[in-house]
T-cell receptor, first 118, second 115 residues
Framework: GAVVSQHPSWVICKSGTSVKIECRSLDFQATTMFWYRQFPKQSLMLMATSNEGSKATYEQGVEKDKFLINHASLTLSTLTVTSAHPEDSSFYIC??????????????FGPGTRLTVL | AQKITQTQPGMFVQEKEAVTLDCTYDTSDPSYGLFWYKQPSSGEMIFLIYQGSYDQQNATEGRYSLNFQKARKSANLVISASQLGDSAMYFCAMRGANTGNQFYFGTGTSLTVIP
């Protein structure tokens, strides 16, 4: 299947700092990428849809000024958690759609980034 | 509105036995896709199997098969010959034709394979 990478895999930061997470599609182009958040023992919650060359679409209740998304190329989307606080500590996962001919409409996920805000 | 329901928060299965993980869904879209993902403790989401709403046959991928009953709106995952490495969280997901690219996930089932 298609490969999606995320960097970093884990990060610990102080409260008030900003953290950038990168999501890359390694062997396919992704016009659309997705950012999810997952709390322990819970399901994935879609935060936003990242569209190459245009503004991201945020889900209801997700602060767009706090979670900045940039999708500057067909293989890279970034999520920046601005002025992070302990309640932002979570597992963040990105995914991308591969339309190159594999299983229809499948989303491939990155390995996730575990953020801990002290 | 789209909704995915997984009613089994936890399941246990003996090694080498088969296990069925339940998934029901609700959608008004005439065309949709159903997916199963595995999430081991490392956190990565691993795509397992896909079923299209218009597919005539149930999907199979190695030891994974999807028991698709459209009238009942169920898409249960069957894992045959369970292995210790199958212990993980399993998520059912759906994408509708009219919901853009968005996936809707169930709450997941934690599967533990007992040696």
């Amino acid at each position: 299947g298609a490969v999606v990478s995320q960097h970093p895999s884990w990060v610990i930061c102080k409260s008030g700092t900003s953290v950038k997470i990168e999501c890359r599609s390694l062997d396919f182009q992704a016009t659309t990428m997705f950012w999810y958040r997952q709390f322990p023992k819970q399901s994935l919650m879609l935060m936003a849809t990242s569209n190459e060359g245009s503004k991201a679409t945020y889900e209801q209740g997700v602060e767009k000024d706090k979670f900045l998304i940039n999708h500057a190329s067909l293989t890279l989307s970034t999520l920046t958690v601005t002025s992070a606080h302990p309640e932002d500590s979570s597992f963040y996962i990105c995914s991308a759609r591969d339309l190159s001919g594999g299983v229809k409409d499948t989303q491939y996920f990155g390995p996730g980034t575990r953020l801990t805000v002290l | 509105a789209q909704k995915i329901t997984q009613t089994q928060p936890g399941m246990f299965v003996q090694e080498k036995e088969a296990v069925t993980l339940d998934c029901t869904y609700d959608t008004s879209d005439p065309s949709y896709g159903l997916f199963w993902y595995k999430q081991p403790s490392s956190g990565e989401m691993i795509f397992l199997i896909y079923q299209g709403s218009y597919d005539q046959q149930n999907a199979t991928e190695g030891r994974y098969s999807l028991n698709f009953q459209k009238a009942r709106k169920s898409a249960n995952l069957v894992i045959s010959a369970s292995q210790l490495g199958d212990s993980a969280m399993y998520f059912c997901a759906m994408r509708g034709a009219n919901t853009g690219n968005q996936f809707y996930f169930g709450t997941g089932t934690s599967l533990t394979v007992i040696p």
